[in-house]
């Protein structure tokens, strides 16, 4: 059965430092991974994609298929990007497959 | 674009009743997913209808059922509610089905079964 796996429930960070929040997943097949990001107050909603190997918010997430890891990275925290953000696996039909989520706390 | 639209934003029931939950996806997509997020858990999936077929189904028991209608909107179902189906429903549209597509998601509808 599939599963995500998200760590850290709770995660600070002071304003400029690196952030990284894990996520591992298992799956046998070739998954898509997504970071989902909600901001207080907001919906959730779509931050990154694995297939798309872009930086959303200097944000970067890098597949690593040996160790089942989709870590998000960012160089330098800033205090917006204080939110809870949930790793997720999908496929064809979509269905996805979430973490239990990180809320991350930029201290200014 | 209002995006994704789910009514009511939030309901009470008691054990046993009926619930009908209701959502608009954004113009232009056809397909809309169903997930059920419980407090201090991330959304979990129950399904996935497009063109008005069901192309996915998540581990819920049969009291959960759903449909979409020709305008492409859906509506969950969920009988003889149990206390542990309180949780925030979300619903979720995007273009196309079965092409992995981003996932637009609604303020979700808060259920509470006393």
């Known amino acids: 059965a599939q599963r995500v796996t998200q760590p850290e429930k709770l995660l600070s960070v002071f304003k400029g430092a690196p952030v990284e929040l894990k996520c591992n997943y298992s799956y046998s097949g070739s998954p898509e991974l997504f970071w989902y990001v909600q901001y207080s107050r907001q919906r959730l909603q779509l931050l990154l994609r694995?297939?798309s190997r872009e930086s959303i918010k200097g944000f970067t997430a890098d597949l690593n298929k040996g160790e089942t890891s989709f870590h998000l990275k960012k160089p330098f925290a800033q205090e917006e990007d204080s939110a809870m953000y949930y790793c997720?696996?999908?496929?064809?039909?979509?269905?996805?497959?979430f973490g239990t989520g990180t809320r991350l706390t930029i201290i200014p | 674009d209002a995006g994704v639209t789910q009514s009511p934003t939030h309901l009470i029931k008691t054990r046993g009743q009926h619930v009908t939950l209701r959502c608009s996806p954004i113009?232009?997509?056809?397909?809309v997913s169903w997930y059920q997020q419980v407090l201090g858990q991330g959304p979990q999936f129950i399904f996935q209808y497009y063109e008005k077929e069901e192309r996915g189904r998540g581990n819920f028991p049969d009291r959960f059922s759903a449909r979409q209608f020709p305008n492409y909107s859906s509506e969950l179902n969920v009988n003889a509610l149990l206390l542990g189906d309180s949780a925030l429903y979300l619903c979720?549209?995007?273009?196309?089905?079965?092409?992995?597509?981003?996932?637009?998601f609604g303020d979700g509808t808060r259920l509470s079964i006393l």
């Open positions: 997720a696996l999908g496929f064809g039909n979509e269905k996805l497959t």
């Open positions: 694995h297939i």
């Open positions: 113009s232009g997509h056809k397909s």
């Open positions: 979720a549209s995007s273009h196309r089905g079965g092409q992995n597509q981003p996932q637009h």
